[in-house]
């Protein structure tokens, strides 16, 4: 079908194709009478606008392009829920991509971001993101930018994090609170910055209640899956017996954790307590409830489009701007997997 344009609509109704802009934008200086015979014949001829003249028009494009590492993961899921309800009511679309934790893939991404011109972009970066060339070029077209949850601390933008050391910190010491004398965690990989921040929180508790630190007692992740928490928990019991607590940077790795440890009948939380991180449903609905740091995933996605709206409602109007940082607070959920006492 043939698409109607401006130009039709003033020939057929004899005017100029600026009154017919004019009158589908409501402008005040054309007449009533014309307004109404302007959007009769356009809503009848189904004429749309030509977004992308409009577009280049205004050097607007009313997208934001937002990465993350994975969709179907709980957090991220609501961390989604957020930014697009926020950019809903303000008029904007949200491309969506993942990077699957792929560093050639989320270079990929935002060179298609970029080419599209969306007006921002917020980003988690991937675990193999230890290269930011691709980061640095978004600043340097000026392109708004936010990170959120997995970021770079070297590069110069807005935020929207949790104290990972912190929370991992008071996750650890509630499992010493409940006796847990020797702490097993289950980190991420090397290379994120809540990991490594999660894994430091953990030694400061153990530095903080005179419980000596074993690297031995550290396994590390790979991809963060559920079998990893299953393998995980196999080698625990069978390299440290006397293991009586585990605390582990994610809940479905944790939920593998239990998972094996009800399969072979270990009691938890009375012969091994256990913490994850995230909140995710899955712990509530499993047997035992799993304790669990509370990241608020929702809260965390409409931080991060408010930051990134005021950075393009500042270039917008030529303002400078500072990026911000903004720290949301999290909370430990205490359930059956974790309390003794």
């Known amino acids: 079908m043939k698409e109607t344009t401006l130009k039709e609509i003033a020939e057929t109704l004899g005017i100029s ?11 005040p200086d054309v007449s009533l009478k014309t307004k109404n015979a302007v959007i009769s014949l356009a809503k009848e001829l189904n004429y749309t606008p030509n977004t992308f003249a409009v577009n280049l028009r205004t050097k607007e494009s009313k997208t934001i392009g937002l990465i993350i590492p994975e969709i179907v993961h709980h957090f991220f899921s609501n961390v ?32 298609l971001l970029i080419n599209k011109r ?12 230890n290269d930011d060339a691709h980061i640095k070029e978004i600043l340097e077209r ?17 935020k929207v994090i949790i104290n990972d050391q912190k929370a991992a910190f008071n996750a650890v010491q509630h499992l010493i609170d409940q006796g847990c004398k020797k702490i097993a965690h289950i980190r991420g990989p090397d290379n994120p910055q809540n990991a490594i921040d999660r894994f430091i929180g953990y030694k400061k508790a153990l530095e903080k209640n005179n419980i000596p630190f074993d690297s031995k007692l550290v396994y590390t992740c790979q991809n963060v899956t559920f079998q990893e928490g299953i393998d995980f928990a196999k080698q625990i019991i069978t390299e440290h017996t006397d293991v009586d607590g585990i605390f582990v940077i994610t809940d479905l790795v944790a939920v593998g954790v239990l998972s094996y440890f009800n399969e072979i009948g ?73 309390k003794k006492k």
Request: no cysteine; net charge negative; aromatic share 6%.
């Open 17 to 27: 194709i600026t009154t017919v802009s004019k009158a589908l934008k409501n402008y």
């Open 80 to 111: 989604i829920n957020g930014i697009v309800e926020e950019a809903e009511k303000n008029g904007y679309l949200v491309i969506i991509l993942q990077s699957n934790e792929s560093l050639a893939l989320e270079q990929k991404q935002v060179a």
């Open 118 to 129: 969306v007006d921002g972009i917020i980003m988690s970066l991937s675990n193999e993101s």
């Open 142 to 158: 000026g392109i708004p930018f936010v990170q959120f949850d997995k970021i770079s601390k070297i590069i110069p933008s807005s």
């Open 266 to 338: 270990i009691k938890v939380p009375e012969q091994i307590a256990v913490i994850g991180f995230s909140n995710w449903f899955i712990s509530q609905v499993f047997t035992p409830k799993l304790s669990t740091v509370d990241q608020p995933s929702h809260e965390m996605g409409i931080a991060a489009f408010d930051l990134l709206l005021e950075e393009i409602n500042n270039k917008k109007d030529k303002k400078a701007f500072a990026p911000k940082i903004v720290e949301l607070e999290t909370n430990i959920v205490i359930r059956e997997s974790s």
